[in-house]
C-alpha cells in the first residue's frame, strides 16, 4: 500500500472515527484502522482511543520500537496516508507539574560542573519526565539486587603496585576481536526516546567520538537501521536480541543485522517476562483515573496497570531453551553471547556448545529479584572454567562480561582484574543523555576515561594485561552485607519505593 498509490484521506474522515466501534489513529502521517485491535495492544485499550480520530505520533514514538504497528497490523488495516494540511492538532495541556520540570530542566548545571556519573543520575531524575525516569530507573520487587549490583563493588578492595613508571597508561583493548578504546561497551537500554528525542543515537555519535562499541537494543525507541546507518564508517556496534514467539521474525531481524555489519549477537536470556518494576507499574496507574479503571476493567483485556515494561514485551518468547542454540548457530555466523547468565553450570553450558561468551547480568536489577550480582557471579565462573575445562581469562575464545551497577572506571577494573574481558554501562548514558543529549554521552565517556588514566597510574598498572587478580582483595564478595554507612547513589538519588495511595475523600 505504500508509496505512490497510497490512498490520501482527510483528517476530517480521519476525526469521524473516533469511537471504540470505529478507531482510526494517524502516527507519522498514516491512516490505521486500529478497531479490532484495541483490546490486543499490550498498553490497553484506553490509551487508544485517548488518540482515536487524531494524530497520535507524540505518544507513540517513545514507548513504540518504529515497527511496531507495521509487524502487529495486517496491511488492509494500513488504510493510506493523511493529508497533512487537513489535521486537527491535538491540544497538549501543559501541566503546571510539566511547567516546574522544564523550568527545572533549563536551570540544570553547565557540565563542566558534572564531575562523575552519580551527578548526571541526579540531576536526570529532578529534570526527566516522571514516566521516563520511573522507566529508566526501576528495578524488580523490591530492588534489592539493584542496590546490591553497586554495593557488590564496595566489597572488593585494592592491592595495588608501587614504583612501576605509569607516565604512559593504555587502557585500550579488544572485544570479541574488535578495538575499544577502554575495556566497557554501552549496553543495550531500551526506548531510548523516552528520555531524549535523539533517543539511542545520542549513544551511537558517542560510541563513534569515543572509539567504544554501541550495542543495539531490539526495543530501541530508533529503528535499528536508523542507528546502523549513523554509525560511522568501520565503527562497530552489537545487536542484543529478544527472541520473538514467531521466529521468523527473529530469523529475518538477524539476518538482516548481520548483512548490516553487525559484529556480534547478544541473546538476552533472562527475561522469558520482564519482572515486576513497581515504580514503572505506579506511574502508569497513577495515570489513569482511578474511578475509570474500575468502570473499564470489563472491557479490556489486557492488564495495564504494568508500565512501561508490559506495554512492549509481550512479544518475547517465554519458551527459548538451550535446545534453540543449534538453530542460531545455523542461521547466522556472528559469534553468539548468552546475555544474563547467573551461574558457573549456565556459563560452562555455553562455552561446551561452542558460543563466543556470557555476560554476568541479572538485567541491571529489573529481573529476579536477589540475583547475585554479575560481579559476584564472575568470581565462580572463572573459578569453574578454568577448574573443569582448563581456561584462563580473560580468554579471546570464551570471553566473559559483566554488567550492573557500575558507575566508576574503578568498578570496571575490579571486574577487568577478576577475568572479564569488559563490562557494559547501560543506565548511566541513559541518565547522560536525557539531561544533556549528546554532549551528556560525550561527557560521561570523558569522564571515564579520566577515571581509568588515574586509576591505572594509582594501581600501577600500565596495561589492562597488568591489571591482574593479585590487584584485588575480594575476599568478602560473598558476604551480601554492605559496610557503608551511607552511599551518595543510594542516599541522594535512589528513589525509596512508594506504597499503594489512599483515595482522596
Ligand atoms: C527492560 O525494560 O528491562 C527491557 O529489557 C525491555
Known amino acids: 500500500m505504500a508509496g505512490q498509490d497510497e490512498k490520501v484521506i482527510s483528517g476530517k474522515e480521519v476525526a469521524q472515527h473516533n469511537s471504540r466501534e470505529s478507531c482510526w489513529i494517524i502516527v507519522h502521517g498514516k491512516v490505521y484502522d486500529v478497531t479490532d485491535f484495541l483490546d490486543e495492544h499490550p498498553g490497553g485499550s484506553k490509551i487508544i482511543l485517548k488518540y482515536a480520530g487524531k494524530d497520535a505520533t507524540a505518544e507513540y514514538d517513545p514507548i513504540h520500537p518504529p515497527d511496531a504497528i507495521t509487524t502487529h497490523l495486517p496491511p488492509e488495516k494500513h488504510l493510506g496516508r493523511v493529508d497533512p494540511g487537513t489535521v486537527e492538532k491535538v491540544e497538549v495541556q501543559i501541566t503546571d507539574q510539566e511547567k516546574e520540570r522544564q523550568q527545572r530542566l533549563a536551570n540544570r548545571p553547565p557540565l563542566s560542573e558534572i564531575l562523575n556519573l552519580h551527578d548526571f543520575e541526579y540531576i536526570a531524575r529532578a529534570v526527566m519526565p516522571e514516566k521516563a525516569w520511573a522507566y529508566y530507573s526501576s528495578a524488580a520487587d523490591d530492588e534489592i539486587t539493584n542496590r546490591e549490583n553497586h554495593a557488590a563493588y564496595h566489597r572488593i578492595w585494592w592491592r595495588p603496585r608501587i614504583l612501576r613508571d605509569v607516565t604512559h597508561v593504555d587502557f585500550s583493548t579488544k572485544i570479541l576481536g574488535h578495538p575499544t578504546k577502554m575495556p566497557l561497551y554501552i549496553t543495550a537500554t531500551a ?23 554501541q550495542m543495539i537494543p531490539t526495543l530501541a525507541s530508533c529503528s535499528f537501521d536508523e542507528l546502523v546507518d549513523n554509525a560511522k564508517p568501520g565503527q562497530v556496534q552489537f545487536l542484543q536480541l529478544y527472541v520473538n514467539k514467531d521466529r521468523s521474525i527473529t530469523e529475518k531481524f538477524v539476518r538482516h543485522a548481520e548483512q548490516r555489519g553487525i559484529k556480534a549477537l547478544f541473546i538476552t536470556v533472562d527475561a522469558p517476562q520482564l519482572g515486576r518494576r513497581e515504580k514503572d507499574m505506579r506511574q502508569k496507574f497513577d495515570a489513569e483515573d482511578p474511578a475509570e479503571v474500575t468502570e473499564n476493567k470489563q472491557q479490556d483485556k489486557v492488564d495495564r496497570s504494568q508500565g512501561a515494561a508490559r506495554a512492549i514485551s509481550s512479544f518475547i518468547d517465554p519458551g527459548l531453551d538451550w535446545k534453540d542454540i543449534p538453530w542460531f548457530q545455523k542461521i547466522t555466523k556472528m559469534p553468539l553471547i548468552l546475555k544474563g547468565v547467573q551461574c558457573w553450570e549456565d556459563a560452562l553450558q555455553a562455552y561446551d556448545m561452542g558460543l563466543a561468551g556470557v555476560v554476568l547480568s541479572n538485567h541491571g536489577g529489573r529481573q529476579l529479584d536477589f540475583s547475585r550480582s554479575g560481579i559476584e557471579v564472575l568470581v565462580e565462573v572463572v573459578r569453574e572454567l578454568k577448574k573443569q575445562r582448563g581456561l584462563n581469562f580473560p580468554n579471546e575464545k570464551f570471553q566473559l562480561f559483566v554488567d550492573g551497577g557500575v558507575r566508576r572506571a574503578n568498578d570496571v577494573l575490579k571486574a577487568i582484574a ?88
Open 191 to 213: 526506548l531510548g526516546k523516552l528520555g531524549h528525542p535523539d533517543g539511542e543515537l545520542n549513544l551511537t555519535r558517542a560510541a563513534a567520538k569515543h572509539g567504544v562499541i
Open 418 to 505: 577478576l577475568g572479564a574481558t569488559a563490562v557494559g554501562v547501560g543506565r548511566p548514558f541513559l541518565y547522560a543523555f536525557s539531561s544533556y543529549g549528546f554532549e551528556g554521552v560525550d561527557h560521561a565517556l570523558n569522564i571515564l576515561h579520566d577515571e581509568f588514566e588515574m586509576n591505572m597510574r594509582l594501581l600501577g598498572a600500565r596495561n589492562l594485561k597488568e591489571v591482574v587478580p593479585e590487584m584485588v582483595d575480594a575476599s568478602s564478595l560473598q558476604s551480601h552485607i554492605v559496610a557503608v554507612p551511607g552511599d551518595r547513589l543510594y542516599d541522594s538519588n535512589y528513589e525509596s519505593m512508594q506504597h499503594a495511595r489512599l483515595r482522596e475523600v
